[in-house]
């Protein structure tokens, strides 16, 4: 019988790929990855040109991203296994974050616009240098830590070590990074709200909270919390250094399923709404 886990130099505690916490973590982790890239593709294969649709496509590819690079076992086992899978975590990060201020946009303009319809937004599509800035921008962010070398192994995944050499220089581009997109977002929110209370006169309350749902807002909210929250987490556990490694073992391991529960609840969000999203696909490619 094989050791269920194994102790190395530092005294990690490291569980073995046949552990039972690390299967759970293995098929939870790729079951969230097919379910968010099986969206992804849904939406891609009927082609359609709207910004919202294109916004949604591109969360759930960043998304996908993020899960991958967080799947124990596999990228900390390749030579500079560990550069890849953080700088794909950076990268859809920051992408994640972009494309929800996009859909906040999104949500302003094509849900609670009254002289369209969301089943009319053909001519409502992803301007070619917003996309362009989608893919390009989140590039920047992983600058500092590739330039700072600060990918390495911790336990059976990979992280970026704020501790190395410019450690709080990375550590404060991503706060100053999302204090900005929070302000943005606040502001967008702020205006989606006063054009509600406007347009309340017109339409009923309910009416027009069920058109704001059924667009990308709540992709855009479960992206939101989920990384405001992984982010704190991730800080904290940072900080564990006076418990034995077992423990702070399993306070990470915990942490690493916030990079899977999107996934799950893109899919279960895009199951609810695929026939509104169809209807919208057909009228406009008519």
């Not at 009927?46 to 076992?73: D, E, H, R």
């Not at 500079?80 to 950076?90: D, H, N, P």
Request: aromatic share 16%; glycine share 4%; charged share 15%.
């Amino acid at each position: 019988m094989g050791r269920d886990y194994e102790i190395d130099d530092n005294d990690s505690y490291k569980p073995d790929i046949t552990n039972v916490s690390s299967v759970i973590l293995l098929v939870c982790g790729s079951g969230a990855l097919v379910l968010t890239l099986f969206v992804a593709v849904s939406i891609h294969r009927y082609g359609t040109q709207s910004a919202s649709a294109k916004l949604v496509f591109m969360i759930n590819c960043a998304q996908g991203m993020a899960i991958l690079s967080k799947l124990p076992f596999i990228f900390n086992n390749i030579p500079y296994g560990c550069t890849i899978s953080q700088i794909m975590l950076l990268y859809a990060f920051t992408q994640l974050w972009l494309v929800s201020y996009m859909m906040l946009l999104c949500t302003n303009h094509l849900k609670l616009n009254m002289q369209s319809t969301v089943y009319s937004s053909s001519e409502l599509g992803l301007n070619k240098k917003y996309k362009l800035f989608l893919y390009v921008a989140p590039f920047f962010i992983t600058i500092l830590p590739i330039t700072a070398n600060a990918f390495e192994e911790k336990y059976n995944w990979c992280v970026t070590n704020p501790s190395v050499h410019n450690g709080s220089w990375m550590l404060a581009q991503v706060v100053f990074f999302m204090m900005i997109m929070l302000s943005l977002m606040g502001r967008q929110i702020w205006v989606i709200y006063k054009r509600t209370q406007e347009y309340a006169k017109v339409l009923p309350p309910k009416k027009l909270f069920e058109r704001i749902l059924k667009g990308p807002f709540i992709y855009a909210a479960v992206t939101i919390i989920f990384g405001f929250v992984g982010v704190i987490l991730v800080r904290g556990s940072d900080q564990m250094e006076d418990d034995t490694s077992q423990k702070a073992y399993y306070v990470s391991y915990s942490i690493v399923y916030l990079f899977f529960i999107p996934g799950y609840l893109n899919f279960f969000i895009f199951f609810v709404e695929r026939r509104h999203l169809k209807v919208q696909i057909v009228r406009i490619l008519k």
